[in-house]
């Protein structure tokens, strides 16, 4: 076993027994594994203490600010936060045990660390957004804070982020089913936080949107080179830029279906 570092693992959970216990194992250095789960009825929770984490309850507060509340129960001041379907590679993990020392060391804010995407049960290989995609996950939690965004939250920081090479991995949802269930979630959050901040209904851009979305993941980020997975990813990025402009062009012009969508998601456990 490696010494363990004065790191935490920190991972949000909820509902996610199929894939919690590979993200835990693939960090076997950090000192403190956390997770902050938000009402899972599934076994979760138990196979995460099982593998080594302490589980906290937190009522769902969007991806921002349920991030946020992670980074405040962690024992340790720099926190590793993966999904639960994301895990370490054994060169990232190899590549982390060599580097975090000197790193927490220094006054780095954050570490950039590069994701793979496994798509229909392989790796992508040319589309840009899947292929050593770069993202800020490794951080002192007194140098960097989450955005405060329902969804596609980002990490926020000054200074220089060093990064890193060797990538860790992303399972992209195990079905298409799942990957619609999602667009209908991350729609739903984004335009809620759309209508908070008052943004201004363009439907007369939707006609666009469609094309021009698919002709940059398809053509410019080079989906069409892997073929028709390729061809799905594009698709699925395309149909969800446009979903997400109808839909809140709807809770504009039918205010009710606002609380009439966050009900029925919340009976088929999409909403949290």
Known sequence: MPMPLPLTLAVITHNEADVIARCLDSVPFAAEKLVV?????????????????????????????????????????????????????P?????????????????????????????????????????????ARLYHRDRARWSDTRVHESLRYEGHAPILKAPFNHANNPTLVHKQLEVLRYAELKCRDWHERGKPVRMWQAPLVYALAFFK????????????????????????????????????????????AADILTRHHIDR
């Open 37 to 89: 789960d938000s009402g899972s009825d599934d076994t979760t929770c138990a196979i995460a203490r099982e593998h080594g984490a302490r589980v906290v309850h937190k009522d769902w507060l969007g991806f921002g600010a349920q991030r946020n509340f992670t980074s405040t129960q962690c024992l340790h001041d720099w926190i590793l936060m993966l999904d639960a379907d994301e895990w370490l590679s």
């Open 217 to 260: 993941d398809y053509v410019l980020r080079l989906a069409c080179l892997d073929g028709w997975r390729g061809l799905v990813m594009a698709q699925t990025a395309a149909s969800y830029a446009l979903y997400k402009r109808m839909r809140y062009y709807e809770m504009h012009a039918n205010p009710d279906s606002i609380m009439r």
């Open 91 to 135: 060169e990232l993990a190899a590549e982390l045990e060599r580097e975090l020392p000197a790193l927490m060391e220094s006054d780095s804010p954050a570490v950039v660390l590069r994701r793979r995407t496994i798509y229909m049960g392989r790796p992508m290989r040319f589309y840009r957004p899947n292929v050593g995609e770069k993202l």
